[in-house]
């Protein structure tokens, strides 16, 4: 069964913190997304990787990084958390080249940041 | 301007009719499209996609494509309350990922 891993479900972070979101996948995809979704905004791509040490930026990048040292793990990294990242953050794979657009979800991570 | 649009809703419709979700793009060159559904306090999951311009049906959901009017659309035939769900639109950029639509909730009532 495909499988994709988010860490924390809830997290709770303090302004200026330096704040890791893991994702690890099961399935050996080539692909992997960070999203993040926000009431009414829906999901908003963040970055994304299609091969190992290798990342694209999204629509909104700004104050994230992200690192992908193995093929099944992909890192977001909020260097210095700010209130307007409070938000849910989906991280999701897709198999390979001709098959990206089937994304497989992970649970989420719903950050809030005080 | 967003490049996937969405009326976030509620649509809501009865049990056993036919709900109609709709979708537009900007990105002219924009090729396949998908329709995720999520269940509140879940995650996103495939439903649907289509990559030429007509119908495609499965089930008692029908995929809609016209590349002319830059137009997506979801029907659900025989609602019933279990396709109660806020329902994603998505279209593939041409950029090896997805860009969303701010998603219709739909309500189903028994």
């Known amino acids: 069964d495909v499988k994709v891993t988010q860490s924390s479900r809830y997290l709770v972070k303090r302004t200026g913190e330096k704040v890791f979101l893991e994702c690890v996948q099961d399935?050996?995809?080539?692909?992997m997304f960070w999203y993040r979704q926000d009431p009414g905004l829906g999901l908003r791509l963040i970055y994304f990787s299609y091969d190992v040490k290798m990342k694209e930026k999204g629509d909104i990048p700004e104050g994230y990084s992200v690192s992908r040292e193995k093929k099944e793990r992909f890192s977001l990294i909020l260097e210095s958390a700010s209130t307007n990242q409070t938000s849910m953050y989906l991280c999701?794979?897709?198999?390979?080249?001709?098959?990206?657009?089937?994304?497989?979800f992970g649970s989420g991570t719903q950050l809030s940041v005080l | 301007q967003k490049e996937v649009e969405q009326n976030s809703g509620p649509l809501s419709v009865p049990e056993g009719a036919i709900a109609s979700l709709n979708c537009t793009y900007s990105?002219?060159?924009?090729?396949?499209f998908f329709w995720y559904r999520q269940y509140s306090g879940k995650s996103p999951e495939l439903i649907m996609f289509?990559?030429?311009?007509g119908d495609k049906e499965d089930g008692r959901f029908t995929a809609q494509l016209n590349k002319a009017s830059q137009y997506v659309s979801l029907l659900i035939r025989d609602s019933q309350p279990s396709d109660s769900a806020t329902y994603l639109c998505?279209?593939?950029?041409?950029?090896?990922?997805?860009?969303f639509g701010s998603g219709t909730r739909l309500q189903v009532q028994p």
């Open positions: 289509i990559y030429s311009n």
């Open positions: 999701a794979s897709s198999p390979g080249r001709s098959s990206y657009e089937k994304l497989f």
């Open positions: 399935m050996d995809h080539e692909n």
């Open positions: 998505a279209a593939d950029t041409g950029r090896r990922a997805l860009t």
């Open positions: 990105d002219r060159g924009s090729q396949s």
